[in-house]
């Protein structure tokens, strides 16, 4: 909850505006975060999973199914993505044409002539202006529209997959009984989670949620890890990691989910900003990001040597 709040907060701190250069390297730390949290502990994870000597041989070992699993959710996100941006904008532009079409009064005659001495005036003074010509104000406003969009779609898509995958680690960690597991476990989650929240919660501030809005996409991210351990330990004695079940449930899930956080961490969020204008327009800016990426992931890849 620190992690996620902590950004929708920072409009408070000049130096954390979203505008600013701090915001922007911040959250790129946070995307190297949630980049080798995909790929040091969730791929990982899955390729454990789904080849365990545990499992029959046949289908398992005969088929990389971590990797197809991984690669079909990378492509159905990039569905999903360019799919709910489409029934966005179609929305929006419903509701301008049904606006226009109530001023106009549905009206689609030529403009009415009204003579006046012996000159003649247009009643609608629009059609004065040249042929082609564009109002630079409405362009940016239509702009600004459309990015909005896209962020909100981010913050969607983003938080499912963080859903998704709290949910399947905090049931691991619930479940297990092994100190040894558990300490390093913990700080490893501790160490992502507040990372990965404020690379969310940056995203929920680009959006500009209300704060109903705001509220809902905070409880559900800050509740699903402590859900998902609560169920772990209510299924300890009936749950075990290494029975058949148990291991393709939570390889597929986490194959799928590791699919989502990469496109979503390479795509929507490090993409997205280092091809965008504000580090296009500095390079010292663009090379400090990168470096934060580089400690993001690197951190996680740390991580992953314990848990």
Not at 102 to 113: A, C, F, I, K, R
Not at 134 to 140: C, G, I, P, Q, R
Not at 161 to 190: D, E, F, K, W, Y
Request: aromatic share 8%.
């Amino acid at each position: 909850m620190a992690g996620v709040c902590l950004p929708l907060f920072s409009r408070s701190v000049p130096a954390l505006r979203p505008d600013g250069n701090l915001f922007v390297v911040v959250k790129a730390f946070a995307s190297g975060v949630i980049l080798g949290t995909g790929y040091m502990h969730v791929l990982p994870d899955s390729f454990n999973d789904l080849t365990s000597p545990c499992l029959p041989r046949t289908p398992w070992a005969k088929f990389p199914f971590t990797a197809f699993v991984a690669m079909l959710a990378a492509v159905f996100t990039l569905m999903m993505d360019s799919l709910m941006l489409t029934f966005h904008s179609r929305g929006k532009d419903n509701k301008a044409s049904a606006t226009v079409a109530h001023h106009n009064g549905h009206d689609n005659s030529p403009p009415q002539e009204h003579c006046h001495g012996h000159g003649v005036h247009l009643l609608d003074m629009s059609v004065a202006r040249p042929e082609g010509a564009v109002d630079k104000a409405d362009e940016d406003v239509e702009a600004g529209k459309k990015q909005l969009q896209r962020n909100r779609v981010i913050v969607q898509v983003l938080e499912m997959g963080i859903v998704v995958h709290s949910v399947v680690i905090g049931v691991g960690m619930g479940a297990s009984q092994n100190v040894c597991t558990i300490r390093p476990l913990v700080a490893a989650l501790c160490f992502h989670q507040v990372f990965e929240g404020m690379g969310l919660g940056g995203c929920i501030l680009q959006a500009e949620y209300g704060a109903r809005m705001k509220s809902v996409l905070v409880f559900f991210f800050s509740t699903t890890t402590p859900f998902g351990v609560a169920l772990g330990l209510a299924l300890t004695e009936v749950y075990s990691d290494s029975s058949p079940t148990a291991l393709v449930v939570v390889g597929l899930l986490n194959a799928a989910s590791a699919g989502l956080l990469h496109y979503m961490a390479l795509v929507d969020l490090l993409a997205a900003d280092f091809m965008g204008p504000k580090l296009q327009g500095s390079v010292r800016l663009q090379l400090v990001s990168f470096l934060a990426v580089l400690l993001g992931a690197g951190g996680m890849s740390v991580m992953a040597k314990w848990a």
